[in-house]
């Protein structure tokens, strides 16, 4: 309560966590420091997708890739049964809501949202299978190492970019200038840098 809080998600993508430090008695303030952007070449996501019943289980890392991935299986003219047999997993209870709003059941969220508590919770489920990784241009490559060290065969592909934002405008700057900010949300290495 009567916190200033700097929210640095990408535009359209702070709204939940703005209305909760809202109900809490802070004043958000939404500040995108990254925005998304298309991969620079989508040849290797619709490659993947067009090889998706290949694999044992797709993860995806973020709503973001949710948003990527379902939007280039509809722009092919293509639905849920491409994907076959695969298995969903969702980094966390947000990207796992996203893929039910795409109408997608996910079968697999680790109890701890993040690289590592990915790969706990899915290494007992392979036995040598294929993995496709949905992610962003960059980040940390900790799913990928450690599976592939296990010994399973994974395809990493971008479904997206994060570029940085540049410069503010004048609207923001003043905003800033208004009061002092109390909290900074960083959600993720990109926003860090950023």
Do not use: K
């Amino acid at each position: 309560a009567g916190q200033r809080i700097l929210l640095t998600r990408p535009a359209g993508q702070a709204d939940e966590l703005a209305a909760a430090v809202a109900t809490l008695g802070g004043e958000p303030v939404h500040l995108p420091v990254v925005r998304i952007a298309p991969p620079g070449d989508w040849a290797a996501l619709d490659d993947a997708i067009g090889e998706a019943a290949t694999f044992d289980w797709i993860v995806f890392a973020s709503v973001n890739g949710v948003r990527s991935f379902t939007a280039r299986l509809r722009a092919a003219g293509r639905d849920a049964r491409l994907l076959g047999t695969a298995r969903l997993a969702a980094i966390g209870a947000a990207t796992a809501a996203a893929l039910g709003d795409a109408g997608l059941a996910c079968d697999l969220v680790p109890t701890t949202a993040s690289s590592e508590g990915m790969v706990a919770a899915l290494l007992p489920t392979l036995r040598g299978g294929r993995v496709l990784l949905i992610r962003a241009d960059r980040g940390r490559d900790v799913m990928r190492r450690e599976l592939e060290q296990a010994g399973h065969e994974v395809v990493e592909v971008a479904a997206y970019a994060t570029r940085p934002v540049a410069t503010l405008d004048g609207d923001d700057e003043a905003r800033l200038d208004a009061a002092p900010i109390d909290w900074v949300t960083i959600t993720s290495g990109a926003i860090a840098e950023g």
